[in-house]
T-cell receptor
Framework: DGGITQSPKYLFRKEGQNVTLSCEQNLNHDAMYWYRQDPGQGLRLIYYSQIVNDFQKGDIAEGYSVSREKKESFPLTVTSAQKNPTAFYLC?????????????FGPGTRLTVL | QKEVEQDPGPLSVPEGAIVSLNCTYS??????FMWYRQYSRKGPELLMYTYSSGNKEDGRFTAQVDKSSKYISLFIRDSQPSDSATYLC???????????WGAGTKLIIKP
């Protein structure tokens, strides 16, 4: 089955720790995205990548980092510099770099800072 | 002021009712309009999309766009408890193809 997988489903972090969220897709899509979702605020773009070895900051990139070494993988690291990281994190992919194509979403990772 | 405004609800209606979900936007450069449905603790999934003013129908769902008023709507007929979810509107502008999201409306259909 083609799709997007995210792991882990739930993640707990102590203050001061970096954590990495996994996102893998087997849809052969060029573009991948990371969003953060907080209650009542919709989805906010953290980073996106339209091609391997290239990525751009979104609206709320501070305290986050990404890499795109393989087409199918786009991991997100939440660093200790992110002041309020508790949120629901969603990874998405889209077939083409541009255009109006549909974004397909993974099941999400819920991160809680203890 | 946010580029896309959407009432977060919750909106609670009885089973079988017609539901109207709405978003307003301020950027006239938005060209493409989408509605995503998100069940609790899941990722959103595309429900409908449209790029022109007017209505687009798909089964019990109708998407409506009024570009002159910068207003979009999603109507659900014969609502079912399985329609209970958060509905997010999203818009794309031609210049960079990035999605701009509404806050999402939580819909509850009571049996």
């Amino acid at each position: 089955d083609g799709g997007i997988t995210q792991s882990p489903k739930y993640l707990f972090r102590k203050e001061g720790q970096n954590v990495t969220l996994s996102c893998e897709q087997n849809l052969n899509h060029d573009a991948m995205y990371w969003y953060r979702q907080d209650p009542g605020q919709g989805l906010r773009l953290i980073y996106y990548s339209q091609i391997v070895n290239d990525f751009q900051k979104g609206d709320i990139a501070e305290g986050y980092s990404v890499s795109r070494e393989k087409k199918e993988s786009f991991p997100l690291t939440v660093t200790s510099a992110q002041k309020n990281p508790t949120a629901f994190y969603l990874c998405a992919s889209k077939m083409d770099r541009g255009g109006y194509g549909e974004q397909f979403f993974g099941p999400g990772t819920r991160l809680t800072v203890l | 002021q946010k580029e896309v405004e959407q009432d977060p609800g919750p909106l609670s209606v009885p089973e079988g009712a017609i539901v109207s979900l709405n978003c307003t936007y301020s950027n006239s450069a938005f060209q493409y309009f989408m509605w995503y449905r998100q069940y609790s603790r899941k990722g959103p999934e595309l429900l409908m999309y449209t790029y022109s003013s007017g209505n687009k129908e798909d089964g019990r769902f109708t998407a409506q766009v009024d570009k002159s008023s910068k207003y979009i709507s999603l109507f659900i007929r014969d609502s079912q408890p399985s329609d209970s979810a958060t509905y997010l509107c999203a818009m794309i502008q031609y210049s960079n193809y990035q999605l701009i999201w509404g806050a999402g409306t939580k819909l509850i259909i009571k049996p």
